[in-house]
């Protein structure tokens, strides 16, 4: 029984701590500015392809930096261009915005690829297949959880033990409050976007290891995943989006292992709608109580 | 009360409804030679895409509920159509997979051997009112604990609902029905509506979106509609005014749904074939985009926008998805005077907002250095380099024209609704409509009459 069901566990943790990097970046956006960023997954392709275009000429030691500094550059850029410009506007015009960024980036995705799709790099060392308990999987199974939460124990160390964590704290507590006590606004949403979207990048060098092909609308199921994983964990903790992640990862894992792949991805979006229903402030999530 | 006016309106309504179907009618029976049949595709998917942006703008624009689902509901109206009219003798086919799948009955098809042309449209009728049925159906269910959640948590909710749907409606066990994720096809489609020898395929999507789009018009005009708005306006207000806020809200989703759904059946119907797969979130991002760019809160911006946008995406803009070679001199510097006119015009514009704003290219800092505009010395390189690679164009022999290659359209165009999305977010009609732009400024010349 056991020996059946490890496969399928071992995936699941590592598929979660993927969906657990990205949803990072949505709930530290989301916790800031209220705002779900739509265009968050497609970064998360974006990175996918820069890491196939930088492996094709350049080794991997220069090609994995290089991925995760234009991600972060991307990411910054999508909150200057999209954003910003929106930041006194009502909040549906930011969630279009949002929309309309993510449209457009699949749309240039597309015409930049060809649309095709293409074979990720293998990655040595990492691609390796390893026995673990009796199954073979790839190394990059068993390394995620731990990478994942070595990631996420620096973030929570950063946020609450920097100047810069102090003030995204106070950022997502009260916008207009922490304006006043003298906090440069965007240097801190800035820095939240450049956080998210390596996170992004690292979590989308796990995920293509494993899946091998990268297309322009790959990343927006699991984008939509890490979200749901963030509003789960409670949306704004970052604690909450990790085990939200692994949660997401380790359930979808199990109901592929049943046979009922269909039903995964509607697994997903039906816990969403009952953790919304039952506790809209998901698991750690704090009780805010919204501004009239 | 109906006032002498309203019959006025109604008339007039009327006029043009049936003015605007004779035309397209006409259309429908002219030779390919003077009608490009691009044209009638535009009419028929604009028309369709029209109605469902309206539903979408019914519930995002008029009641503030910012719902991400209209892809699922649509999914639901055309699964209900198709699976309900697929010919009996074409059932074997199209369920190949499936041994014994398909209903064994077709309604429209048994209305249309019993009673001919009208027989076929009442079929039709039936199906498409079916079709919105099954979907407000769903609508009222999912609604029950979607509809308490705030702005965005209801947005990706409804997203997540529509991707249940597909989901559902891919499941393998229930293939005799749905046919699983292969294609149905066969069912009756517009061209099969004709009258005598008279073609009808632009008339019948015309006819039954703008019934629907009439019924929201009518439907937001009415005291459900002004309740609708005063929810959209402050939920607290319109509570305290005696507005019960769950009823107008499920109220109002269903009715968007319902019309969702219609829209999806005439979607399958336009297509003549439907395949889950393409009702996917982006789908819906679409709609929302065309309810953007018309307006929220404009029924008429929703259908011009929706026109636009299908002539766009159809036609208009195929020639970016060509690679173009323009080896003609004239041509060629016919197309580099205008690239180079447009470069000046924009420098031009980027000089008078800088004289007007009292910014130059370099300033004298008070004291010590002087300061350079980097923004605006970044922007006349990039133009110099255009006005050079322009010129360069002219002498180079048979030059590509370049970035026009497969996927460049859907780039310039979703560039194009980022501009609208950050720049002009009132869209083409704000909130405005069509027929009450002569009432407001007609009011607007009696106030300043009356203050004179």
Redesign the interface.
């Known amino acids: 029984m056991f020996d059946k069901i490890l496969p399928y566990l071992l995936a699941g943790i590592s598929v979660g701590g993927q969906y657990a990097l990205i949803s990072i970046g949505y709930t530290m956006v989301y916790g800031i500015l209220?705002?779900?960023n739509f265009a968050h997954g497609d970064i998360f392709t974006v990175a996918g392809f820069a890491m196939v275009y930088a492996a094709a000429t350049l080794p991997l030691s220069v090609s994995i930096p290089l991925t995760i500094v234009l991600t972060v550059i991307l990411g910054v850029l999508v909150e200057k261009?999209?954003y910003r410009?929106?930041r006194s506007?009502p909040?549906?015009?930011v969630?279009?915005?949002a929309?309309?960024?993510?449209?457009?980036l699949?749309?240039?995705m597309?015409?930049l690829t060809?649309?095709l799709a293409k074979q990720y790099p293998v990655l040595p060392w990492v691609s390796d297949r390893v026995n673990v308990a009796g199954t073979t999987t790839s190394r990059v199974t068993i390394i995620t959880p731990f990478l994942t939460l070595l990631l996420v124990a620096g973030l929570v160390l950063l946020i609450k033990r920097t100047k810069i964590g102090m003030a995204m704290r106070a950022a997502s507590r009260d916008f207009e409050t922490a304006q006043l006590m003298g906090i440069k606004i965007n240097n801190v949403i800035s820095f939240t976007f450049v956080v998210g979207s390596l996170l992004a990048a690292v979590g989308s060098m796990l995920y293509f290891s494993n899946y091998a092909t990268v297309t322009p609308?790959v990343g927006?199921m699991p984008g939509?995943k890490a979200?749901?994983a963030a509003?789960f964990g409670g949306i704004g903790s970052v604690p909450g989006a990790v085990v939200g992640g692994f949660i997401i990862g380790i359930c979808e894992s199990l109901i592929k292992g049943a046979g009922l792949t269909?039903?995964s991805?509607?697994f997903?979006?039906?816990l969403?709608?009952v953790i919304?229903?039952v506790k809209?402030t998901g698991l750690f999530g704090e009780n805010l109580t919204?501004k009239? | 009360m109906i006032k002498k006016n309203d019959h006025k309106k109604a008339w007039i309504t009327m006029v043009i409804a049936v003015a605007v179907l004779a035309l397209v009618g006409l259309l429908d029976n002219l030779p390919s030679t003077i009608v490009p049949s691009m044209l009638l595709t535009v009419l028929q998917k604009g028309a369709i895409y029209a109605l469902v942006a309206v539903s979408m703008n019914l519930l995002n624009g008029f009641t503030g509920l910012f719902s991400l689902g209209q892809a699922g509901f649509m999914l639901l109206g055309a699964y209900t159509y198709a699976v309900l009219t697929v010919p009996v003798e074409r059932q074997a086919s199209v369920y190949q997979r499936y041994k014994g799948g398909g209903l064994g009955f077709s309604v429209t098809q048994s209305l249309g051997n019993s009673m001919g042309q009208f027989g076929l449209l009442l079929g039709v009728v039936a199906c498409l009112i079916l079709a919105g049925c099954v979907a407000g159906l769903f609508a009222w269910l999912i609604g029950l604990p979607v509809l308490k959640l705030k702005s965005d948590y209801l947005a990706i909710a409804t997203l997540g609902f529509a991707e249940i749907i597909r989901a559902v409606v891919m499941y393998e066990k229930l293939g005799p029905v749905t046919n699983g994720s292969n294609l149905l096809y066969g069912f009756t489609s517009f061209t099969d509506f004709h009258l005598g020898s008279l073609k009808l395929t632009t008339v019948m999507p015309f006819l039954f979106a703008g019934l629907c789009i009439l019924v929201v018009v009518l439907l937001i005009n009415s005291t459900y509609g002004r309740a609708f708005k005063a929810i959209r306006d402050d939920e607290v207000a319109a509570e305290a005014m005696g507005i019960n806020l769950a009823k107008h809200k499920r109220m109002s989703f269903i009715i968007s749904s319902f019309f969702a759904g219609i829209s999806g059946a005439l979607l399958a119907m336009f297509q003549a074939s439907v395949q889950a797969s393409a009702f996917k979130a982006a789908m819906t991002y679409e709609i929302l985009l065309i309810v953007v760019i018309g307006g929220i809160g404009s029924i008429t911006g929703s259908v011009i926008a929706a026109f636009l946008f299908v002539g766009c995406s159809e036609w208009w803009l195929r020639f970016l998805d060509n690679e173009t070679i323009l080896g003609n001199f004239g041509v060629k510097v016919k197309f580099a005077v205008v690239f180079g006119a447009v470069i000046a015009a924009v420098v031009a514009f980027g000089m008078l907002r800088m004289k007007r704003k009292g910014k130059k290219l370099l300033t004298h800092a008070v004291q010590g250095q002087p300061a350079v505009n980097w923004r605006a010395v970044l922007g006349l390189a990039v133009a110099a380099i255009a006005l050079v690679w322009d010129i360069w164009f002219v002498i180079s022999p048979n030059l590509k024209l370049p970035l026009l290659r497969q996927g460049f359209r859907m780039v310039v165009f979703s560039v194009v609704i980022m501009i609208v999305v950050l720049f002009f977010r009132e869209g083409i009609m704000g909130d405005r409509e069509f027929w009450d732009m002569g009432r407001r400024k007609r009011a607007a010349a009696k106030k300043a009459g009356a203050s004179e």
Request: no cysteine; proline share 4%.
């Open positions: 209220r705002l779900i261009v999209a410009p929106l506007a909040r549906m015009s969630m279009i915005s929309i309309g960024m993510s449209y457009l699949q749309n240039s597309w015409y060809g649309g609308t927006a939509l979200f749901v509003v269909t039903f991805d509607a997903t979006f039906a969403l709608i919304l229903a809209p919204e009239v």
